[in-house]
């Protein structure tokens, strides 16, 4: 676990919920990157909320090297943690919560970046988990998925579900204030870029309309894929 905002504490709930049902085992993992003092309260107290609901805990510390992008920095240091608690643990899979404006930010963000039809069709709803950030789907020595189950649910809904069922995880969502610095470009496309293009495209479309041609240009790479497959596996090498 990153941040505790809405997406985050939502999930945890949701997990609460469906938990014993299907007899999942789930640990919660809070990821202290060392940027804010808070961080540390902050960490406790999804601690005591993930003891409440019945989840093993780990807290966890990494340190972020400084380079050009802190986010990426903090964003790899962050999955690396992940990854190896995932292992020492034994768990199948690790669970985030991006969202599906997490999902129309990403492609905005890229798009800027000058990023192609791959780097366009945005975070996969799962991948294979490696010790990078990427998400290039590459297996590795044991199984484990990297899974994002509310890709698909927007903020909006988010906020519906802990309207009602919210006070089950309260203290949470916490506020962080990172998520609102204007110095990162994530921050940038999500309070001034969308909402601008909102105003050009007023009501509920603008996110659905960026997944759906995320998921087209997933669909158009995963296709040309295929084809450079079959076309390498035809090439002989002669001497």
């Not at 504490?9 to 789930?26: C, E, F, I, P, Y």
């Amino acid at each position: 676990m990153r941040r505790t905002t809405q997406a985050l504490a939502a999930m945890l709930l949701a997990l609460g919920l469906l938990r014993a049902r299907h007899a999942w085992q789930v640990q919660v993992v809070c990821v202290d990157h060392g940027l804010r003092e808070a961080a540390k309260q902050e960490a406790r107290l999804v601690e005591s909320v993930g003891a409440r609901l019945g989840f093993s805990v780990r807290l966890m510390s990494v340190e972020v090297p400084q380079q050009a992008s802190l986010q990426a920095a903090a964003r790899e240091a962050r999955y690396q943690a992940l990854t190896a608690a995932a292992e020492a643990w034994g768990g199948e899979a690790v669970l985030v919560a991006h969202t599906a404006d997490d999902q129309a930010e990403t492609f905005l963000q890229r798009l800027l970046g000058g990023a192609g039809p791959r780097g366009m069709s945005g975070m996969p709803a799962q991948r294979w988990l490696t010790a990078g950030n990427g998400d290039q789907p590459v297996r590795p020595v044991r199984l484990l998925r990297l899974l994002r189950p509310l890709l698909a649910l927007t903020r909006t809904e988010v906020l519906e579900f802990l309207a009602l069922a919210g006070p089950l995880a309260a203290p949470l969502p916490l506020f962080d204030p990172s998520n609102e610095d204007l110095r990162f470009a994530r921050a940038r496309v999500r309070h001034q870029l969308l909402p601008q293009l909102q105003t050009l495209q007023p009501g509920p479309g603008l996110v659905p309309h960026l997944l759906s041609l995320a998921e087209q240009l997933r669909e158009d790479s995963n296709y040309l894929d295929e084809l450079a497959n079959e076309q390498l596996a035809r090439i002989t090498v002669g001497e």
